[in-house]
């Protein structure tokens, strides 16, 4: 089952499940976010791009992201199919069509209508006036509906965070296009195939590529209508499916899927935590008699130790040890977890 399908068979589930609990909403199946006609994009231009990584290599600095095992100069990464993660915002992958190989860049596509927005019950996920989806982490809950429902299997989550575990994406380089800076990625680009813009210019620079070079580009700017439109544009020339895009979203706002399985959060709200703290409980009780096992093990090693003592050395010898392992014992009792002896 594809993703589409996926999140249609959901949307249809969570009406359901809401008919009993919730009052029907006229707007509810049409649900889209405000379209922002003056919102910036960036268009890529698979044409131009050479593999460099340099895009790599900027989006982790500015980001304060940690740098890869494998260094940017290394190229030969770029032939592995990498997607993005909680600590690599963007990839830039190698794709062979016949004798030709193209790098293309992925990164969040900054939808018009996020699924991941109309996913996400908390409100984490936000479209901005500016084109940006942004991510407010405060609230996060770490469901990870935002993950399954991106059609671009953009968002990542930060697994080794124990504490405070947060879905990381590319942020558009908000905090730099504020000030009037461009994305760290656009600036680094040495080919020119990123362009930063107002995104209905963006399409009109696209398609007059297109128009002055019809043998050179692919009449098809990736983004313009898929998934309801995306701010990140690409340019290429060969089939976008060829370079891995999907070319099967459709042109509906991909929030009309994702909304309407939010009829079932009041349920999962009220069910989830039955089902965690069963598991909690069935792990707390394992972790008990793994506990208890170990103790009556080091039990069992003790006497044997100490009976082998009075066997060799005698009885006072034993009762020594014994008094010197009782005394060790209520000592390390009363030190705090961490303080040494």
Not at 15 to 28: I, M, N, Y
Not at 65 to 71: A, F, I, R, V, Y
Not at 83 to 99: F, I, L
Request: with cysteine; hydrophobic share 35%.
């Amino acid at each position: 089952m594809n993703r589409r399908k996926f999140l249609t068979v959901m949307g249809s589930a969570g009406v359901a499940s809401a008919l009993g609990a919730a009052t029907t909403d006229a707007d509810a199946a049409s649900h889209t976010y405000p379209y922002y006609e003056d919102s910036y994009g960036v268009l890529h231009d698979t044409t131009r791009c050479i593999g460099c990584r340099r895009c790599e290599k900027a989006c982790q600095q500015v980001n304060n992201l940690p740098m890869p095992e494998k260094p940017f100069e290394d190229l030969s990464v770029t032939a592995t199919r990498r997607r993005t993660s909680a600590y690599a915002w963007t990839v830039v992958n190698k794709y062979k069509v016949g004798d030709v190989e193209i790098f293309r860049k992925l990164q969040c596509l900054h939808c018009n209508d996020p699924a991941c927005a109309s996913a996400c019950f908390a409100k984490c996920f936000q479209k901005m006036p500016d084109g940006t989806v942004h991510y407010e982490g405060s609230q996060c809950v770490g469901c990870r509906y935002c993950m399954v429902a991106c059609p671009f299997y953009v968002p990542g989550f930060q697994y080794d965070e124990a504490w405070d575990p947060l879905v990381q994406k590319c942020t558009f380089c908000q905090p730099r296009t504020q000030k009037g800076q461009l994305p760290g990625c656009v600036e680094a680009c040495p080919m020119d195939a990123l362009t930063f813009g107002k995104r209905k210019d963006l399409i009109a620079i696209a398609k007059k590529r297109i128009a002055e070079n019809p043998d050179k580009y692919v009449n098809y700017i990736y983004g313009e209508h898929d998934a309801g439109g995306t701010a990140w544009l690409t340019l290429s020339g060969v089939k976008p499916d060829k370079l891995g895009m999907d070319t099967h979203l459709g042109n509906s706002p991909m929030g009309e899927l994702t909304y309407g399985a939010l009829g079932a959060v009041p349920m999962i709200i009220g069910f989830w935590p039955v089902v965690f703290g069963g598991v909690y409980g069935v792990s707390k009780a394992k972790d008990a008699y793994y506990k208890r096992e170990k103790e009556k093990a080091a039990k069992a090693a003790m006497e044997a130790a100490l009976k082998k003592v009075e066997e060799t050395q005698g009885a006072d010898a034993a009762a020594k040890v014994r008094e010197a392992l009782a005394q060790a014992q209520e000592h390390g009792c009363s030190c705090k977890h961490g303080e040494d002896a």
